[in-house]
């Protein structure tokens, strides 16, 4: 066998679920930079409250979710800001082998398991897989070559119904 | 039930490997910035190959895998980066309830299922979810407070035995 690691296979469960304004892809913001301002809620499960402590310093977090509404995984798509077909993994679209997403939001403040947060791109009700600190001086790069993107002059910010 | 959400259970299967110098979490950078150089292999399944289309103009990629030889969750820790206990999700410690990785590392080249890359903070052998482009409009934000980070004099950057 060529590939020993596919047969593992891995088992989540949610730490809670993230609380947004959206109800359906098409008219949610593509990336959080395109949803600028719109306010949430991130609600840890009560046991993973305690983890939150002292997260209140940090300006932005990563949230790490499951997308779990995305269509089956395509090996190429045409991208929201693109009018081509590119290889699934040169994009952001959601219909990945393992539908994770990551998105860097705003922390406006924290009280128990409760996290409000701005700037948000995901579905209401979006299973919660992970919250990380966003810490610039690991994770902002720029400038950072970005392929097609770069070039592209699709300037989409809101989705539609394509995944 | 306070969290319905909880009982949901999501199955990952791995879309390839990670090769990288690293054998044992003591000795192996603690993010890729201080990893920087540092060579390695991302091996995608052959069946995700044709995923990989268009990636080659993307100066740097998020690896999403999963930290499978990290402790049990704990909802308090001392990181590397300091020296006292934070909340976990403070921190981007690997003991956590879903034990998922990110990492921003550099594409040196692109050549069927394998992509050549710099840049490594994982072991030897980690299990890959996913691959993202790097999208410095998506992803880079400076100055973002960065909480106890920002007020540690604790300049560890390579990892010892803790987690």
């Known amino acids: 066998m060529n590939n020993p690691e596919e047969v593992l296979e891995i088992l989540l469960r949610p730490i809670g679920v993230i609380r947004t ?13 395109y949803g600028r301002g719109i306010q ?6 009560d046991e993973y409250a ?22 089956p995984f395509k090996p190429r798509v045409v ?28 922390l406006l403040s924290h009280e128990g398991s409760r ?6 791109d995901m579905l209401d009700g979006t299973p919660l897989l992970d919250i990380k600190p966003y810490v610039p001086i690991f994770d902002a790069h720029s400038p ?5 993107l770069d070039a592209s002059d699709e ?9």
């Open 79 to 106: 991208p929201y800001r693109d009018s081509r077909e590119h290889g699934l993994f040169a994009t952001r679209s959601p219909c990945r082998p393992n539908p994770i997403g990551i998105s860097v939001v705003r």
């Open 40 to 45: 949430g809620e991130v609600v840890v499960n």
């Open 155 to 163: 300037d989409r910010k809101i989705a539609d119904d394509r995944f």
């Open 144 to 148: 950072s070559a970005a392929g097609w």
């Open 50 to 71: 305690p983890a939150l402590a002292d997260i209140d310093g940090f300006e932005r977090l990563w949230l790490i979710y499951w997308l779990e509404r995305a269509r």
């Open 21 to 33: 304004p959206y109800t359906t892809a098409a008219g949610t913001p593509i990336q959080t930079v």
């Open 115 to 120: 996290l409000r947060v701005a700037d948000l």
